[in-house]
C-alpha cells in the first residue's frame, strides 16, 4: 500500500500554542497536499506542496517537504480552537495519474 | 457554486438491499472520485472518472460495487447486495485537470 502514516495520531494543545504533524510515504511523489476535515463533514484543501519545493507558507500555514527522507510536515501556529479537525496529508505519485493516496490522518484539538 | 452534492446525506439499509449513492460534481471539472472512509482502512479511492469515463477502479472492493458516470454533471455508486462491512462514510470529489480536490459532505451508509 502507498498509504502514508502520520504522526502523531492525535494531538491536544492550548489556544495560542503551535500544532505539528508529520507524514511519511513510501514512493516518489509529484505532490502532496494536506486536507482539513471537521468532524461529520467533507475533507477541505489547505495547501499543496509540489517535489521540488522545499517549504511553502498559507497565513497560519507553513509545509515542509524532505523527499530525501520521503517526508512531510505541517505546522499551524497560533493555533485557535476552530483549528480543532482532523489532518491528512495526501500523497499524487508519480506514474499513479491523477489519484491522491490519503494518510492516516491527525486528530487535532485546540483546547481554551 | 454550491460545492460537490452529495444525496442522501445518511442511508441505513437492511443487509441484501440495493444501495445507490449520487454525486453531482462541480460544473466544469472534468474528475470525479468516490472514496470510503472507516476508522479501520481510513480514506480508500474506490474508483475516479476522466470526461466521464472510468480511469482507474482497482480499489473497488468487489463485484457487488459499480460506478456510472452517464454525463459530467452526475454520478452514482451502486452496492449491489449490501453487507454490513459495506458500512462507512462515502466521500465524492471533484477536480479540474489535475488541481486540488474539492469534496462532498459525504453520505453515511449504515448496513445493518
Known amino acids: 500500500s502507498q498509504q502514508g502514516e502520520e504522526d502523531p495520531q492525535a494531538l491536544s494543545i492550548q489556544e495560542g500554542e503551535n500544532a505539528t504533524m508529520n507524514c511519511s510515504y513510501k514512493t516518489s511523489i509529484n505532490n502532496l497536499q494536506w486536507y482539513r476535515q471537521n468532524s461529520g463533514r467533507g475533507l477541505v484543501h489547505l495547501i499543496l506542496?509540489?517535489?521540488?519545493?522545499r517549504e511553502k507558507h498559507s497565513g497560519r500555514l507553513r509545509v515542509t517537504l524532505d523527499t530525501s527522507k520521503k517526508s512531510s510536515s505541517l505546522l499551524i501556529t497560533a493555533s485557535r480552537a476552530a483549528d480543532t479537525a482532523s489532518y491528512f496529508c495526501?500523497?499524487?505519485?508519480?506514474?499513479?495519474?491523477?489519484?491522491?493516496?490519503f494518510g492516516t490522518g491527525t486528530q487535532l484539538k485546540v483546547e481554551l | 457554486d454550491a460545492g460537490v452534492i452529495q444525496s442522501p446525506r445518511h442511508e441505513v439499509t437492511e443487509m441484501g438491499q440495493e444501495v445507490t449513492l449520487r454525486c453531482k460534481p462541480i460544473s466544469g471539472h472534468d474528475y470525479l472520485f468516490w472514496y470510503r472512509q472507516t476508522m479501520m482502512r481510513g480514506l480508500e479511492l474506490l474508483i475516479y472518472f476522466n470526461n466521464n469515463v472510468p480511469i482507474d477502479d482497482s480499489g473497488m472492493p468487489e463485484d457487488r460495487f459499480s460506478a456510472k458516470m452517464p454525463n459530467a454533471s452526475f454520478s452514482t455508486l451502486k452496492i449491489q447486495p449490501s453487507e454490513p462491512r459495506d458500512s462507512a462514510v462515502y466521500f465524492c470529489?471533484?477536480?479540474?485537470?489535475?488541481?486540488?480536490?474539492?469534496f462532498g459532505s459525504g453520505t453515511r451508509l449504515t448496513v445493518v
Open positions: 495526501a500523497t499524487k505519485h508519480e506514474g499513479g495519474g491523477n489519484k491522491l493516496t
Open positions: 470529489a471533484s477536480s479540474l485537470q489535475q488541481g486540488t480536490y474539492t
Open positions: 506542496i509540489r517535489s521540488n519545493e
